[in-house]
């Protein structure tokens, strides 16, 4: 269902420069739609993993207090340019988005 | 803990496996890690919420870092960055203390990950922005405030 | 001390009826232009011109940091992707935006508003754009529409990311225009009684409800912007958005009077690089 997620990976030295943005709404749940005064259900990212050529090196769990469209930057000793990173998340209601990219 | 988490987490042999299988979609990241910390996240004080992620009185520590504005242009996106300098450190949390839910994430860091997470949270009024580290079996903390007000202008 | 035409426009302000049109009926744009600078320069000496880009975070290196933070990997990359689906996809008979815009919709933002002679009136990016629907057998977005005009110019307008803003008023017609803008921006209205330029001009760098006031110089080289990095809100919108705030009826977005108003508040911000799509709080 989700929107593409964006990621950049480029090296700094030797070490990995990771950058992801996430599309979500990350609904806290305890917002109330201006129109019909009702609360928007709680829908939100609740785990975010990152590999790197498979191997994993972050292992993240979120809730509603980050922000909508999740940005997240993280860096790694070890990965050389043309490694694989990849990250993928899923949430409260079971939706999950995954994206790959080559190491720069 | 659960075995499976415990190897994703650790980086041990075999979890990388585990790993692909989660990134080609057939192990949902919800089965290579144990369920959301419910208990952490929804604890409405900041003791609770580290009690949540297994944390007691982590120590004052001057080796994080935090690069958050002094006073937040908009409380619903605060550009937040951690640097821990510690060695070894294997996760970093963030909380906002005033928030009704203070811990707002939680991440582990294995593989070589440094300790690094920059990324933007929800701030509900002004508050410490707290972050915990966990490292060689040990926690720390560090808080900067972060101001949010209500502006009267800006369209 | 020689009176400055902006000088004489904020002593005007004083709400005496001085007719405008008198004070500054030998002016010209870039001249207006060059006296609010040295104004602004004066009252700020350590902020430079080139900065003004960034509006009110100019004056405030906590605020400019966010938007730095932010700006790095901006949270509603997703709008302006559908802006660019929007762009181009073509039109019921096949043709395009880029074929119907001149140089293909790429470095012109910085030309509108211009005036236009054969049509009599000030003519703004989203009247060509919709020139270009029209014209194709579309019907005309609603300028005032985020979803449609809002969510198109926010990736449009990226196209001429770096031009160099370029308004001209060369005509007769184009300076009366200009100067019905010029009006427009230093006239007091509403319950508050405040012109555009009791906030931007004289209180430029200082605080009004806790919010740090924006110069005039630099306003219009950075639309649509996304308050909260979600919030689309295009150049008019906020127009509409100040009159309400001095409690104002605002004019119609599109008609006469915001045109010339955005016409002339363009020509302030000549010489310097357009970028689109940008943060706010």
Known sequence: MAEPMRIRATMAGDVA??????????????????????????????EVIATINGAPVLAAEMSGGVSKNPYLGFKVKGPKAGDKVAVSWADNKGDKNSVEATIG | MNALRRNVLKGAAGAGAVAIAVVAGVLKPTQAMAAWNKAAFDAKNVGAALKGIGVTDPADSKDITIKAPDIAENGAVVPVEVTSAIAGTTSIAILAEKNASPLVSNFNLSGGAQGFISTRIKMGQTSLVRAVVKAGGKSYTAAKEVKVTIGGCGG | ????????????????????????????????????????????????????????????????????????????????????????????????????????????????????????????????????????????????????????????????????????????????????GKK??????????????????????????????????????????????????????????????????????????MNNLEYFHSALSNGLPLKASVFRK
Request: aromatic fraction near 8%; charge should be neutral.
């Open chain 3, 1 to 180: 001390m020689k009176q400055t035409i902006i000088m004489k426009l904020l002593a005007g302000m004083a709400g005496l009826g001085i007719a405008l049109g008198a004070v500054s009926a030998h002016a010209s744009p870039e001249k207006d232009r060059q006296e609010l600078i040295k104004y602004y320069m004066d009252k700020y000496p350590d902020v430079k011109v080139e900065d003004y880009v960034y509006g009110a975070l100019a004056f405030d290196a906590d605020s400019k940091a966010q938007y730095d933070a932010i700006m790095e990997f901006p949270p509603y990359d997703s709008e302006i992707e559908k802006g660019r689906k929007m762009w181009e996809t073509p039109f019921k008979n096949g043709k395009t935006y880029a074929g119907c815009l001149p140089n293909g919709g790429q470095h012109i933002a910085g030309n509108y508003p211009l005036f236009d002679e054969a049509k009599g009136k000030v003519v703004t990016l989203h009247d060509a754009i919709n020139d270009c629907r029209t014209a194709n057998g579309e019907e005309a977005f609603k300028v005032n529409d985020m979803k449609t005009m809002g969510v198109l110019t926010a990736y449009m307008r990226t196209l001429s990311d770096g031009m160099i803003m370029n308004i001209k008023a060369e005509t007769p017609k184009a300076m009366a225009a200009y100067e019905d």
């Open chain 3, 184 to 257: 427009t921006f230093f006239s007091r209205k509403g319950q508050l009684n405040f012109a555009c330029a009791s906030c931007h001009v004289q209180n430029a760098g200082l605080r009004l409800r806790s919010e740090l006031i924006s110069p005039a110089v630099g306003h219009t080289v950075h639309w649509p912007v996304f308050r909260g990095g979600d919030n689309l809100v295009t150049l008019q919108q906020r127009y509409q958005g100040c009159y309400s705030q001095v409690r104002a009826v605002p004019p119609p977005q599109g008609g006469t009077t």
């Open chain 1, 17 to 46: 420069d990771v950058k992801v943005l996430m599309n979500h709404p990350m609904e806290t749940g305890l917002r109330k739609d201006a129109k019909t005064g009702q609360l928007i259900p709680a829908h939100f990212i609740t």
